[in-house]
């Protein structure tokens, strides 16, 4: 008799266990939270005010992945040197690859001759609607008997997402089309490409501009009559601070790696709305 009830207790842990999930940056936590609910058991790798293109992940994370059903990559430079490492320890973790589908833009460069492929496809909405849309199928695909669950919160996020992106739209409808704004790493293309923006990044590649490429910036910054340099936690604002001062401009920090993804894109929304009618 024991043995049954032992036996019923291991079978019904192994049924209603959650789904163990890793994901690479800490908005990826909100989009999974938001669809798998309490279903999920979350991972975050990147952690808070460090950077994807140099992060190594601590032994507790690595003892995570090893026990984890699905690794949701989004193509940051943190993925191309661990994800084989992760797979490694754990053939049987699942891949899902939630930039699939999307096309890559080419980062824009003034002092570097090589273009680079941009990585930050979430700071755009309609990709995150893509995004949305592969963590869903998967989470489907491993735990079929809750299917019902995910579609509820994937349609409500869905709608979330495309609420948002008609609130900043309203944000920026005073806002003339083309209009520049400067940032320091170049994280925001994708959401100046949907918004009808255009950013100028003062660093590329992880380089700092030399003294010849600064003087550069700054006069290509008061050409487009730039108002505000946004600068991230992640990185040394130090440059954008000689380039602000110069201009006599604030410098904003904003992150793109922010697990409130909704507000960071909202205020950086309201800043560009706000500085091109000074």
Do not use: C
């Not at 952690?47 to 140099?54: A, C, G, I, L, Y």
């Not at 609420?163 to 309203?170: F, L, S």
């Not at 793109?256 to 909704?262: I, R």
């Amino acid at each position: 008799m024991k043995k049954i009830i032992l036996f019923n207790i291991i079978l019904t842990s192994f049924i209603f266990a959650n789904i163990k999930a890793v994901v690479s940056i800490a908005p990826m936590v909100s989009y999974l939270q938001a669809i798998g609910g309490d279903k999920v058991d979350i991972t975050l790798m990147v952690e808070p005010k460090h950077s994807p293109h140099t992060y190594e992940p601590k032994p507790s994370q690595m003892v995570s992945v090893s026990k984890a059903n699905l690794y949701f990559a989004i193509g940051v430079e943190f993925e191309k040197l661990w994800l084989g490492k992760f797979t490694s320890i754990n053939p049987n973790l699942k891949v899902i690859r939630v930039d699939n589908n999307i096309t890559k833009r080419y980062i824009d460069t003034h002092h570097s001759q090589k273009a680079h492929k941009d990585p930050h496809i979430w700071t755009s909405l309609d990709n995150l609607q893509i995004i949305a849309k592969h963590m869903y199928q998967a989470l489907r695909q491993q735990d079929p008997a809750n299917k019902e669950y995910y579609e509820q919160n994937y349609q409500k996020f869905i709608q979330h997402i495309q609420d948002t992106k008609q609130q900043i739209t309203t944000i920026l409808s005073n806002t003339p089309k083309g209009s520049k704004f400067m940032v320091f790493h170049p994280s925001w293309g994708y959401f100046a490409d949907e918004f009808g923006l255009k950013q100028l990044a003062i660093e590329v590649a992880g380089k700092e501009p030399k003294f010849k490429e600064v003087i550069h910036i700054i006069q290509e910054a008061k050409r487009a009559n730039v108002k505000a340099i946004f600068t991230q936690p992640e990185f040394s604002d130090k440059t954008s601070q000689v380039i602000a001062s110069e201009l006599h401009i604030p410098v904003i920090k904003v992150s793109p790696l922010s697990k409130d993804w909704e507000q960071t894109l909202i205020k950086i929304a309201k800043a560009i709305a706000k500085s091109s009618h000074r």
